[in-house]
């Protein structure tokens, strides 16, 4: 099964997509920031498909902490 790793310090955070076994998962990467976006959260991905697959997290400087709840609950649905 693919797995997430989580990395950042605060609010800017990155969760890098591997498979059980370790190796990069550029597909899940990829479908998790399209179903982010299609529920208004924007984050951006990054990192190389072949090394570390990741979505960024860039939170606005002011936010609420229903927006952080907004996120969160919308992560947990699309993963």
């Given at each position: 099964?693919?797995y ?16 059980g ?7 899940w ?27 960024r ?10 927006h ?12």
């Amino acid at each position: 099964y693919p797995y997430c790793i989580q990395k950042g310090l605060g609010l800017m955070q990155g969760i890098e997509f591997r498979t059980g076994s370790g190796t990069p998962h550029p597909t899940w990467r990829n479908e998790v920031f399209r179903d982010l976006r299609k529920k208004g959260i924007f984050t951006l991905p990054c990192g190389s498909d072949e090394k570390n697959p990741t979505i960024r997290f860039t939170p606005p400087y002011i936010i609420e902490k229903g927006h952080i709840d907004f996120v969160l609950e919308s992560l947990k649905k699309v993963l």
